[in-house]
């Protein structure tokens, strides 16, 4: 699980929804009904939805390339067949993730079209390169915790393909987890390179990670709305908190340091100080301009447009039909 | 019959390891999601393979998985040439795997009968999964092998190109008889004969 | 249970060159590789061998 940091643009109604059909519909989602695809729904809230699950799908399919550049790399046997399951299942979320999508009417072809020309984003994070196992070992581990925490909270949105799928995503990610952080715990318990290692990676990974759960309340887009139609589910600072509640513990417990002496928590309100992230390198990134945007898609390009040819020999009438494999 | 044993051992799953590897280079760059999934399924099944015949030459002394995996250099590996190829475009992938996977489908059915036991039992344990192989590679050459002219002519330069590396992969061992008469493999040369031939049931 | 090579290609538009007249491309069973052997192996063992003493 990748999804997370999914950025919203400024928020308004663009033409009279009927105001009937809107109130029925927010009095379903107060209720706690899920909404369907063949439901009404407001244009607003399909193109937010749409929006969100698509940015979610390319934070699968971009957010396998960091890691899964280290497939060929990984140390041993136990290692290799981890990560190698485990970027799979990535890959598979995606998948779900357009379907999802696609019950809002947008096509697979044109999600991603559009990601590779570069309309739709994806998770910032995956724009920093992985230079060490290390790195590797923090996106298996500590990314895919924060992606849990957007995760778990969009799952009791009001989309039920969106839910659904979320539901089936989540319940693969505990082994995700489990391994990133065996895998940490190694690097933790070895020997000094290794523990450097890890150290050296939590130092450039620290403020990308900071990142990750998008602009601070303080000057991010209001989003009464998309609360209100539980298409988001939480503040940007409430997730950054609870991930540090979470994994702060964890990450000291193992002996490493967090580059930020700020860091702390205020046990008066319970909430986490820290420095403040530089929200300008997260607009420079995210509108592409961080180490490796143009990396990212220019893989993305290349896959597709090396595979053209078998997407159009596959739909060709003279190919032979072949009973589906499931 | 150690070393005849072991150097059929190590050359199936040298095979298994190095074409896993070679699968496992699609995640993330195959034609469309489905087959990224596909090659790393198989990538996966392929090196579990490999580690399961590590495992058993490890009972016969020689050292760990690991060790044997990742510490050997090239001239100590016992992989047919055709496996360590660079995966190229999808057509020679897609050449390969279908000519490699049918090979090893008939292989590990020979080896079913095998005297010596932890193979023939291994052979029955990863059944499903070869099929699974045979029926990925099957589908999608009859499919891309008929679709349009860019995808005809991209699977015929790479199956031509291929057939002398494929052929590398019936190359006979020094052991042939002593494995043959032993009971424990039926040979290269039925394994490439059988290969060849058109089924006749 | 698996369907050979001939009866595979048969259903395609592919044409199978004779077998028979195939130079087989031998070496890799006695350890002599083609020059993309040791890449691939260095690439893969790259964290493995760079702290032996190390578990991962």
New interface residues.
Partial sequence: MYGGGTTFEGIKAEKKDDPVKLAEFEARIERGEKIEPTDWMPALYRKQLIRMIEQHAHSE?IG??PE?TW??RA???KR??AL??K??DE??H??LL?SAAETLGKSREEMIDDLINGKSKYSNIFNYPTFTWADCCFISWLVDAGAIVNQLANAKGSYGPYCRALDRICAEESFHLKYGHHCVIYLAAGTEIQRQMFQDALNRWWPPMMHFFGPSDKISVHSDTLMKWKVKMGSNDDMRNQFLDMYVPKIRELGFVIPDPKLNKNEETGRWEYTEPDWEEFKRVINGDGPCNKERLA?RR??EE?????????R?P???Y?MP?A | MSDALKELIY?IADDQF?LG??N??W???????????AF??M??DK??HS?ALYTMLRELGEQD??TV??????????????V???NG??DFSLVRH??FD?AE??RF?MLLNSSYEPLALLAKKIRGEL?YH???A??F????????E???S???KS??YS???A??M??P?PYESELISEGIFGGEEKLRE??????RK | ?????????????????D?KL?????????????E???P??DE??EV??SDPSAEW
Avoid at chain 1, 306 to 313: D, I, P, S
Wanted: with cysteine.
């Fill in positions: 399919i396998a390339l899964g497939i060929t140390p041993g046997f290799k067949m190698m399951a970027v799979q890959v598979g995606a998948q357009y893989v290349t896959a090396r595979g053209r040819w078998v997407r159009e020999a596959l060709s003279k190919t032979v072949q494999l | 050359k190095i590897h070679r496992s280079e995640t993330g760059f195959g034609p469309m999601l489905e087959e990224d999934i790393s399924s990538a996966q090196i579990g580690f998985p690991d995996a990742f510490t050997r250099n090239a001239n100590q590996f016992h992989n047919c040439i055709f360590e190829l660079p475009e999808y279908f000519l049918t489908a008939l059915e099929r045979t029926i990925h099957n589908t050459l009859k499919k891309l092998g008929s679709g349009t860019e995808s005809i991209r699977l015929q199956l031509d057939l002398p590396y052929m590398g019936f190359e061992s059988q290969w060849t031939k058109k089924l | 249970m698996d369907k050979k090579v001939e009866e595979i290609i048969k259903q395609t538009q592919l044409q199978l060159t077998l195939q130079k087989p491309v031998f070496g890799g069973r006695s350890g002599k590789h083609s993309h052997l040791q691939l192996l893969m063992s493995f061998r």
